[in-house]
């Protein structure tokens, strides 16, 4: 056992594992009166239901049908417990992703269940963000290798101020300008949405896609592209100080190739991170601008959902999104590993110690 | 300090700043609309505005036909024509040209008077006919004159029609307002209200909240990195656990769920804010604070037989301020953003006037459709200019303890 623990990778899912665990009962505690309001009422429209079908009973039997319903969906969704084992079953229904059924949303397809809304949305949102983080990462690379080639250049000190401007828009304001110059005004973008109504077949549908994925995934990436580029410039400028690449340099190897297979290489590991934190960073914190372009994700899920202050759908999104955030922080963390042998070779050597 | 005075950044950010606080504070003073605050939300105190117009800058010689100002016209003398049983018809004519434009013009009709009030209301086209716009028994009190608006209207007179009865005091004249087409720095929204007053109130709450929550917020950061890493053992490892637990909660959806589900005022969100945002000045305060400990002025501090805490709190937090003051300065921007950010989904506190509420309405009302870019621009700016005001700021603290920036 010992031994199987000293395998970081192990030790690190397992460390997520529980951080998930004790977020979602403490989710389950602060939430559990609200939650069980939805589930009570929906518990009371189950058994109308129910009745209803029944068709025509004795009084007797209508209140007999009536009471073992109650009782037995009480007791399905452990309602008639104590407190403590209430919150605890919620956490452990949240655990196990069984989210519940939503107040009012309906999927596309008229179910209820949160996780099937939450399913339906979330490829919309790795489409918008994932295209977002690939593309930041491309022109932040280009951008900040450009900057930090002419340190001291006009590129260079820009990029030292712009990325502390940017971050005082609010994005989803910038947003809603685009909108309305690139949409009302000039229409030349859709006004939302993620696909033209009717959707064209085929090829076309493709092109139909990409053209309302381009308004948001271009105010996106014009926000976020300065602050990578900026820590790629950082990134690149401490490196060629370093002893190896001098080293190159001094050996006479081409400039292409020590910027590709020195530089580049040595910065793997960081880059790595900068995209896997900042593809995290921008599904939380960039979640306004789908609600301002009816993209339908993850972030449109919690405009409609507090609209319609429908909490279960709420719940499921929040207890969903948290998942997310921490798969994404312990994958990067074992995939840093691999790219950077150093840090699983210390961590070895601190085993071994 | 005098290192902050030579940073070009701080000293902008401190000048900008310094502006900000003098609207917040005077602008009230010198807003067209003072007792705003109050009645931000309440339809009648706006009523006599224009909707939705562009602000009064935006008229040129290439549409000189908006008129600015608004006018108030009263009926002056009536024509009197007599009816059946003494009783007597008024009318009143309004030239709809006074100032220079006859087409499209928003008005409201002032009717004073005392009890029910027959009345009716129609308009001189372009063409010379008349047609009726409105023919209605309203109920007056003396204290509060009825109002009767009609949005665009066309011609070239309005007529107004009321009775007068023997036995009964004669009617008032009736007076009309002619909202201007543009109005103000800013224009108005289309609930009538004017938008440079809303910026200007929003200034107080934006500075207020911001510098409240991140000095509290920083400053209990700072102390439970200074208590983790002066104390050790399993105080620190328990305040750090604490730390990765906060840490690891998306701030932006935990904010909107929490509010969405118990409807904040601006204060709770305050100390929804405190909950998540000390984790951001903790972790490289800690990391400060580690190296500090290992210093050899404390170690002189510890022989010469100080306790831990006068350690902590004579040595190390003195040290470690300046720093904070800076991260201060940088989170605000960020605390800005998520109030705004919150109240754009309509979660905000409606007790106050904030600019990302402003936002809230235009974009709930269909400002971005309709292009009303006086409405969209104004908030989003102010939001903008604040937090780069801090951030400027906060990289003149920097300068402080750190001159190599």
Known sequence: MKDLLAYYPLRRVLHGLAMYVLLVLALSVVFNQVAEKSLRSQVDEEVVRVLRLSGNLEPAAFDALKASTYGELKSRYHLDESWASRVLWRAADVLSFRFGQSDSLKSASGERSVLGLLLEVLPNTLLLFGSEAILVMALGLVVGLLAA????????????????FLNGFPPWWIGMLALMALAYALPLFPSGGIQSNPAPAGLRRGFDLLWHLALPLLVLVALNLWGFALQVRNLVVGLVESPWIRAARSRGVP??????????????????????????????????????????GIGNLYFIAVQQSDVPVLLGVLAFQTFLNLVGLVGLDLAYRLLDPRVAARDLAGARA | MNRFFHSRSGVAGLVLLGLLGLVGAFGPLLAPYPEAASHWRDISYWQDSPAAVPPAWTRGPWNSSRVAASARVSGGSPEESAMEGGASKLTWRFSLNPLG????????LVLPGEGQLPVLVGVKALDGNEHELARKILRVSGAEPARLSFPAVVGRELVVTEYKVPGSPPPESPLLILPGQVSGLMGTDVAKRDIFTGIVLGIRWALLLGVLVSFITVMTGIILAIGAACTGGWVDLLINRIYEFFSLMPILPFLIVLSAVFKPSLWTFAALALLFFWTKAFKPVYAMALQIREEGYIEAGKSIGTSRWYRAFKYVLPA???????????????????????????????????????????????????????????????????????????????RVWDPRG
Do not use: C, K
């Open chain 2, 101 to 108: 434009t006859t087409t499209g013009r928003d008005l409201v």
């Open chain 1, 149 to 164: 080639r002419r340190r001291g250049g006009i590129l260079d000190r820009g990029l030292s101020v712009l990325p502390m």
């Open chain 1, 255 to 296: 400039e292409t190739s020590i910027l590709f297979r020195h530089v580049l290489a040595g910065a793997r590991p960081a880059l790595l991170t900068m995209l896997v934190m900042g593809l995290l960073q921008s599904i939380s914190g960039n979640l306004l601008i789908e609600g301002i372009f009816g993209w339908p």
């Open chain 2, 320 to 398: 470690l301020l300046p720093y904070g003051f800076s991260i201060m300065a940088l989170s605000v921007p960020g605390i800005i953003l998520y109030e705004a950010g919150i109240s754009i989904l309509g979660l905000g506190d409606s007790t106050v006037v904030t600019w990302g509420q402003m936002l809230h309405d235009a974009f709930a009302q269909g400002a971005v459709i309709n292009r009303l870019w006086w409405w969209i621009l104004p908030p989003g700016l102010m939001i903008s200019i604040t937090g780069i005001a801090f951030s400027l700021l906060g990289r003149g603290l920097e």
